[in-house]
Nanobody
Framework: QVQLVESGGGLVQPGGSLRLSCAAS????????MGWYRQTPERQRELVAE???????NYANSVKGRFTISRDNAKNTVYLQMNSLKPEDTAVYYC?????????WGQGTQVTVSS
């Protein structure tokens, strides 16, 4: 059974940085695509960034230049380095992994940007 476990969330001041990690277990294959989404009570879940197993990346306009997604295929782990954080980045961040035809989701990790 595939499981995704996120870590690295927390409270940070505006302008600060956090690094999220998402480790997949229960599988030996490399996911076609892995990514990060976020959700707040006011906003639907939205894509933050995603990366293919070949290394191609895609970012939401709101995080371009501030966030960097990367992955370690050998460890089946995806990372999100978040710099220059803003209060509007506050959300629950979810890891998603795609292996046709199934999307797998993590349980989410809270990121709060506040002074």
């Amino acid at each position: 059974q595939v499981q995704l476990v996120e870590s690295g969330g927390g409270l940070v001041q505006p302008g600060g940085s956090l690094r999220l990690s998402c480790a997949a277990s229960g599988t030996t294959f490399s996911f076609n695509k892995m990514g990060w989404y976020r959700q707040t009570p006011e906003r639907q879940r939205e894509l933050v960034a995603e990366i293919t197993n070949g290394g191609s990346t895609n970012y939401a306009n709101s995080v371009k230049g501030r966030f960097t997604i990367s992955r370690d295929n050998a460890k089946n782990t995806v990372y999100l380095q978040m710099n220059s954080l803003k209060p509007e980045d506050t959300a629950v961040y979810y890891c998603k992994a795609y292996w046709w035809p199934t999307n797998y989701w993590g349980q989410g990790t809270q990121v709060t940007v506040s002074s």
